[in-house]
């Protein structure tokens, strides 16, 4: 059975340029995750989805971040305009709740400069 | 501020022996766990522990709870150079659906 996948593996863009980043969940797992990580501030929680609907995007940066789950198997966020600083590497994970535990699996992560 | 928090930062040790690895944590959890996280990968799920064990083991890997101090500790037994990685526990938060990690423990075996 495939892990998470998340394309692209790496993204070079110019400061101001919308980047999409996107993930496939393994099949029959009803949680999706987005974090980011630096070496400043180590991972971080940007938001997360239960049954495709958005739980909690408290850790969403700011207004420039977006985060949509069309369907089960899949789900974008979206950096528009992009800046310098939001360079990281973006991880999405996806889980199955198994009486109120949730053991996260995680994609290869996408490696994101902003130039 | 983090509900997990690894120490040490970092670790060097020689293959062949033992890594240990601790967590402190500040609320109330179920369950911890321990991921782990090669170079340019994503984390991996190493073990869970629930809060009514106090110790674990799979394989190489030991991992106790003392809920009484909130804290965690993994071992890994007689390291190879492949176990050099990232290792970080986590906890969960909110409604447990949701995981915070540690900044993380940076382990290199040197061979």
């Known amino acids: 059975d495939a892990g998470v996948i998340q394309s692209p593996r790496h993204e070079v863009t110019e400061m101001g340029q919308e980047v999409t980043l996107r993930c496939k969940p393994i099949?029959?797992?009803?949680?999706l995750f987005w974090y980011r990580q630096t070496m400043m501030r180590g991972l971080e929680l940007l938001i997360y989805?239960?049954?495709?609907?958005?739980?909690?995007d408290s850790g969403m940066p700011e207004d420039r971040f977006s985060a949509k789950m069309p369907n089960a198997s899949f789900s974008t966020l979206k950096i528009q305009p992009s800046e310098p600083r939001d360079s990281a590497v973006y991880f999405c994970?996806?889980?199955?709740?198994?009486?109120?535990?949730?053991?996260?699996?995680f994609g290869p992560g996408t490696r994101l400069l902003v130039l | 501020s983090q509900q997990g928090e690894e120490d040490p930062q970092a670790l060097s040790i020689q293959e062949g022996e033992n890594a240990t690895m601790n967590c402190s944590y500040k609320t109330s959890i179920n369950n911890l766990q321990w991921y782990r996280q090669n170079s340019g990968r994503g984390l991996v799920h190493l073990i869970l522990i629930r809060s009514n064990e106090r110790e674990k083991h799979s394989g190489r890997l030991r991992v106790t709870l003392d809920t009484s101090k909130k804290s965690s500790s993994l071992l890994i037994t007689a390291s190879r150079a492949a176990d050099t990685a990232s290792y970080f526990c986590a906890t969960p938060t909110g409604a447990n659906s949701k995981l915070t990690f540690g900044k993380g423990i940076t382990l290199s075996v040197r061979p």
């Open positions: 994970a996806s889980s199955q709740s198994n009486s109120g535990i949730v053991t996260q699996y």
């Open positions: 099949s029959g797992h009803d949680y």
């Open positions: 989805f239960n049954n495709n609907v958005p739980i909690d």
